[in-house]
């Protein structure tokens, strides 16, 4: 059956068993965190991307820009100036890596980068085709985690898709187009899984194949969520129930992370009058991070990169802004909040580093959490991996505390904190590698 449109309550497929939501069952400890837990659909992969999702013109582009340090995408101020997606690459702000690079002084230095992709607006209808919705949902579908922007500024001269600024009714039709479509997607899985078992059990096409019990808890367990407007992400799900919705594609599984896009002045102040309302939408749909920011605060400041001293004297004069309002403390002192929004979407994805360091180059090497030893080496080269001997692992606290202003492991290695290990290994945050590996060519056959 055809998904209606999204002005009205779509007629849901039917629960697979009586009860269309299951019980809730304790999460896997290895699902724990709630950042695994976004994460868990997701393709086990190192070269994960963020996009941003949003209505046109709540500042995708520009935020886009702001992040990669330059103007790559071009920010107009028109619903569909952003019909292709665009890539920016962002450094991710490391104060160990930055450490590791003054102290060994290489001549090559690589940080960790977060890729994003800016991705047009969506508008309602959008899963059903309206504003080239079909080709922006398959954008966001590429991508591997969200950062679902909202507008939280009022200003006449950039124009609202809506005519007016309401941010709780602009993540509503976000939230209820991705979940439409996923709820189109639903329509094909069950057939989908029959086919697969009949194959698997060599049964003819005609036959209705038995489901398992996962499957169909997992299948209502979805239903149920879309019905309600929630991403799949925010679901309990136990371990087999996650391997047969990974397999759906759903857009609403991916990790989500809100940016609320304020004035300059609000932003000073810290205050907001959509963010009470904001803050409850998002609780009231499963939870997640919120970052309210500026993106005129932000361009401010970019503009002055050139000169560092107009910088600390703009963020000097904005911080004496909120002073005159009777604001003070640490909160109020204004700064950038791009790097707590990179830093948000790896955590989002469960990205983490490791670093290599020597005389000719400090690189920071990106990996999933849980990332075991030869698969982290295999990031390097694929012959590390292949010929994985061990792995000889400092910490970065460790270093930091025993090195004595050397660029060298000999005091950490005579405190006994230089240790090596083997195959099951799992890499952890800031760990300092040298992997130690032999290949041999295999012989022709």
Not at 87 to 102: S, T
Not at 250 to 264: A, F, G, H, R
Not at 272 to 298: C, D, R, Y
Not at 415 to 431: L, S
């Amino acid at each position: 059956q055809r998904v209606p449109p999204p002005r009205s309550h779509p007629t849901p497929p039917a629960p697979l068993s009586r009860v269309a939501m299951a019980p809730k069952k304790k999460l896997d400890s290895s699902l724990a965190d709630e950042a695994m837990r976004a994460a868990r659909f997701g393709r086990v992969r190192n070269t994960l991307r963020m996009g941003f999702v949003g209505l046109p013109n709540v500042g995708k582009s520009t935020l886009t820009n702001l992040l990669a340090g330059a103007d790559n995408a071009e920010a107009a101020n028109y619903p569909f100036c952003t019909i292709d997606p665009n890539e920016a690459q962002c450094i991710v702000p490391d104060k160990n890596f930055q450490y590791l690079a003054k102290t060994f002084k290489p001549p090559s230095v690589v940080p960790a980068v977060l890729k994003i992709t800016d991705i047009a607006g969506l508008i309602k209808g959008a899963s059903e085709g309206a504003g080239l919705g079909n080709a922006f949902l398959s954008h966001i579908a590429a991508v591997d985690g969200i950062f679902h922007l909202v507008r939280g500024f009022v200003n006449d001269e950039v124009v609202h898709v809506d005519d007016s600024v309401d941010p709780v009714r602009d993540m509503e039709t976000i939230e209820g187009e991705l979940c439409l479509k996923d709820l189109s997607v639903l329509e094909k899985v069950v057939e989908t899984e029959k086919a697969r078992v009949r194959k698997e059990k060599g049964i003819s096409k005609s036959s209705d194949p038995p489901l398992s019990e996962s499957f169909k808890s997992a299948y209502d367990k979805v239903l149920a969520l879309l019905q309600a407007n929630h991403p799949v992400q925010t679901g309990e799900f136990n371990g087999a129930e996650v391997d047969h919705i990974r397999g759906w594609d759903l857009i609403t599984t991916k990790p989500q992370v809100y940016i609320v896009n304020m004035s300059k002045k609000d932003f000073i102040r810290k205050g907001n009058k959509f963010l009470p309302k904001i803050q409850t939408w998002v609780k009231e749909h499963g939870g997640g991070t919120i970052i309210p920011m500026s993106a005129e605060f932000e361009q401010e400041l970019m503009d002055l990169k050139d000169d560092k001293d107009a910088q600390v004297e703009f963020l000097k004069e904005c911080t004496q802004k909120a002073r005159d309002l009777g604001l003070k403390g640490p909160q109020f002192e204004c700064k950038s909040v791009l790097p707590r929004m990179i830093r948000a979407g790896r955590t989002a994805l469960c990205l983490q580093a490791f670093y290599t360091a020597g005389p000719k180059e400090v690189r920071a090497w990106t990996i999933i959490k849980g990332t075991l030893a030869p698969q982290a080496a295999g990031t390097i080269h694929t012959d590390f991996e292949r010929g994985f001997i061990k792995a000889e692992i400092c910490s970065f606290d460790d270093f930091k505390a025993l090195h004595a202003g050397t660029a060298s492991m000999a005091k950490v290695k005579e405190a006994g904190k230089y240790r090596q290990e083997g195959k099951q290994y799992v890499m952890q945050e800031g760990d300092i590698v040298e992997f130690m590996f032999n290949v041999t060519n295999s012989k022709k056959k």
